[in-house]
Structure formats: structure tokens, C-alpha cells
């Protein structure tokens, strides 16, 4: 199956930039699609809610504004990630919000509601559900999702725990549509890796972070850096669901990564940021295990240059 239009013009590298709760924003945004690749931002950075109007505003103006000024290197789409857990207060404003605008692509996690796929489709937009399972996967289909997150183990944030060739393989045998791959992705190599696997694009949210642009403190830009895949643990206490967290932010809320206690899912509060004193991701640094390939904190643009020529690398290695 191809391609909807939307995923794949515009694009300099089949990318997809995750959105990162907190430090997307929509500078970040902005930058992501100016480079080439799709950005993102979670609905719930935007508070209160009355300033996703604004942000989709200044973001959709301004991708127009340089789409006329660059008519031969147009802007790649954007999306926005929707919560769509019972504890999201905001999901019908937020939802309401991307229609007004037509956001052109809406990712939705922790949760399938046909009726966000309805609102979505309404004006032409699409939907992508992110999955940690073959079993989440055809719900989403079934519930009227488009394409469909591959989240496997070593991603950041919120992570599965499948290998990501087992769980591509499985989605696959069944399910012809856009898929994109999540889990330790870094460089211009692993997204081709991702492309090889059936994969159509790679989603990649941990290099970001040490961006000029994201809204990240420097002492946590400078974490992507300096710490590896040595320096991350899996735990569910910060916000109820598995994710993938820096040990060293673990230890600098006076927890020791060691010996954390298992959170009750169903205390899960994803509209006040989590359901532990310590928050992701204020607090408690999430990142992914692909980090080791970030060398240096540098521009969006800069980054999306190197992930490309990288990518563009390795395809000639494969000649």
C-alpha cells in the first residue's frame, strides 16, 4: 500500500519527530518541519488549554509563511499527539482545536476512541495510533486509526518491550498500511534499519532533546549527551506506564533507580503530569536507549543534516 501523500512529500528523510511531553513546544516544531521532517508536539504541553489555539496558530502561519517564501523546499507536515486516556480532561477541547486548524496528522496514544478518527478524518486529516503489541495494533485498526506507532523496547518515555523485529513482523503479516518504527533510533542508519525491517518510517523523539530549540533545561540536554544506554531503566512509578528514564535524574529526586516501587496503573494522571511526587518529565528524565549516538547539543537543523547524510550513507554502503 503506499503512502499517504501527507507521509511522504516534503519529507528530506523518512522521519517522524516524536512528541515529547514538555520540552516539545513549538519552536521545536517549527524547526522539525523547516528541516524536513514531520514535527510534533503533545496537546497537553500547550497550557492551559486556551494556548493550543495559539500554538497551532503560530505554527500553522508560520510553515505558510515559509512555504511562500521556499516554494522549491516546502515545510515537512506536523502533528499533534493526543492523550486519549480517561484521566484527559482536555481531549474534546484539544481535539475540537485540531479540527479548527486541520492539523494535517494526529498521533494518539494510551487509548483508541473512534470518535477522535472520526473528528480527524472529517477534514482530511490522519491518524496515527502508537502500539506496544500486535494485540493493541488491530484494535487501533479496528477502531478506525490509519497507520499505525510501532513503540518497541528501548524507546523513550513510555516504551513496549518487544524486540522490533518481532513486533514489525507480526504487524505485517496483516496490516499493509503506514507503520513507523520507534526504539533506540539515533542515527541515519537505524532509520534505514527501520525501512529494511517494513518499517515506512522512523519515529525518533531522544535526539531532539539536545536541541537549541526543545524546551529542556541545559543540565538535561546535556544528560543526551554525556550518558548512554547504560545509564537508563524501565519503570512504571512516574506515570503508571512502563517508560524508559535516566537513572542519574532517578537519583537526583533522592529515589534510588535500584529499588523503586510498581506504581497502580490505575492511578494513572496524565492531565496533571503523572501520578508521582517526582514527575515525568520534569523531574525524572525520560530518553531513550539510542542515546550513545548524541554527541554534541547543536541546532534542529543541524541535526536533521546529519541524520540524513548518515542515511544517505549507509544506503551506499548496501550498493
Same mark, same amino acid.
Given at each position: 500500500m503506499a503512502l499517504p501523500s501527507i507521509l511522504s512529500k516534503n519529507l528530506k528523510i523518512p522521519v517522524v519527530a516524536a512528541p515529547l511531553f514538555i !520540552?516539545?513546544?513549538? &519552536?521545536?516544531? !517549527?524547526?522539525?518541519?523547516?528541516?524536513?521532517?514531520v514535527g510534533s508536539f503533545p496537546a497537553l504541553n500547550a497550557r492551559p488549554a486556551e494556548e493550543l489555539d495559539r500554538w497551532l496558530e503560530k505554527i500553522t502561519t508560520e510553515l505558510a509563511e515559509y512555504d511562500r517564501q521556499?516554494?522549491?523546499?516546502p515545510s515537512a507536515p506536523f502533528a499533534v499527539n493526543q492523550i486519549v486516556h480517561s484521566s484527559n480532561d482536555r481531549l474534546q477541547h484539544d481535539v475540537e482545536m485540531c479540527v479548527k486548524w486541520k492539523v494535517p496528522?494526529? !498521533?494518539?496514544?494510551?487509548?483508541?476512541?473512534?470518535?477522535?478518527n472520526e473528528a480527524i478524518h472529517s477534514y482530511g486529516g490522519i491518524v496515527l495510533h502508537d502500539i506496544i503489541n500486535n494485540r493493541f495494533a488491530?484494535?487501533?485498526?479496528?477502531k478506525g486509526a490509519d497507520g499505525l506507532i510501532a513503540v518497541a523496547a528501548g524507546a523513550g518515555g513510555h516504551a513496549g518491550s518487544l524486540s522490533p523485529f518481532a513486533l514489525i513482523q507480526e504487524i505485517r503479516e496483516w496490516f499493509d498500511g503506514p507503520l513507523l518504527l520507534s526504539g533506540s533510533i539515533a542515527k541515519g542508519d537505524a532509520v534505514l534499519a527501520s525501512e529494511a525491517m517494513g518499517a515506512d518510517l522512523a519515529y525518533i523523539g531522544s535526539a531532539f532533546i539536545a536541541t537549541h530549540e526543545a524546551n529542556a533545561t541545559q543540565a538535561y540536554k546535556q544528560a543526551i549527551v554525556d550518558y548512554n544506554a547504560d545509564d537508563i531503566m524501565l519503570s512504571n512509578l512516574f506515570t503508571?506506564?512502563?517508560?524508559?528514564?535516566?537513572?542519574?535524574? !532517578?537519583?537526583?529526586?533522592?529515589? &534510588?533507580?535500584?529499588?523503586?516501587?510498581?506504581s497502580d496503573p490505575s492511578k494513572m494522571s496524565f492531565g496533571s503530569g503523572g501520578s508521582s511526587a517526582s514527575k515525568a518529565w520534569k523531574d525524572i528524565w525520560g530518553c531513550g536507549q539510542g542515546i550513545g549516538a548524541i554527541k554534541i547539543i547543536g541546532s534542529t537543523h543541524d541535526l536533521v543534516e546529519n541524520l540524513t547524510n548518515q542515511y544517505n550513507t549507509a544506503k551506499a554502503r548496501l550498493v
Open positions: !520540552i516539545s513546544n513549538p &519552536d521545536l516544531v !517549527i524547526a522539525q518541519c523547516k528541516a524536513g521532517v521556499n516554494p522549491e523546499n496528522i494526529v !498521533i494518539t496514544s494510551l487509548g483508541a476512541k473512534e470518535f477522535v488491530h484494535k487501533a485498526i479496528e503508571g506506564v512502563h517508560g524508559n528514564y535516566l537513572k542519574p535524574s !532517578i537519583e537526583a529526586a533522592g529515589l &534510588d533507580p535500584n529499588n523503586l516501587p510498581e
